[in-house]
């Protein structure tokens, strides 16, 4: 398992809006920059007040790094992610989650199967 770096400055936030590709379903955006040359990649997360009070929102963003952690392995390496999450996410399973953030991971052509074939 490779590790995951968080984006955590706002500067670092606005270059991968700016500059970055961005990915949508109903639950989440993903904003997907590639940095040439690094060894790992960095995550930063975005859940609005509008999907609870900060216990439910500390609760989405335990699962999504706990998502992108079992999914270190199939990721693309060097990658700066941004991930907002949309209002259907504060009622959905872990499962729920995962299933919808590989589905956008896979439009993004990030997450490699299990052979190793980007798609």
């Known amino acids: 398992m490779r ?6 400055k706002n500067q ?3 270059v991968v809006f700016k500059e970055g590709k961005s990915f949508a379903n109903r639950q989440f955006v993903v904003y997907v920059l590639k940095q040439n040359g690094k060894p790992y990649s960095r995550l930063g997360l975005s859940v ?4 609870g009070n900060a216990v439910m929102r500390n609760h989405i963003k335990r699962y999504i790094k706990e ?6 392995d199939r ?5 700066d ?12 399973t872990h499962q729920e989650m995962q299933a919808s953030l590989i ?17």
Do not use: C, W
């Open 12 to 14: 670092d936030f606005q």
């Open 81 to 92: 992610y941004v991930i907002i999450s949309r209002k259907p996410v504060s009622i959905m």
């Open 103 to 119: 589905h956008v991971l896979r439009k993004a052509q990030v997450l490699m199967d299990r052979h190793g074939v980007l798609r």
């Open 3 to 8: 590790t995951l770096k968080r984006l955590k």
């Open 75 to 79: 990721l693309e390496i060097g990658n």
């Open 67 to 72: 998502i992108f952690r079992e999914l270190s």
């Open 48 to 51: 609005s007040k509008k999907l």
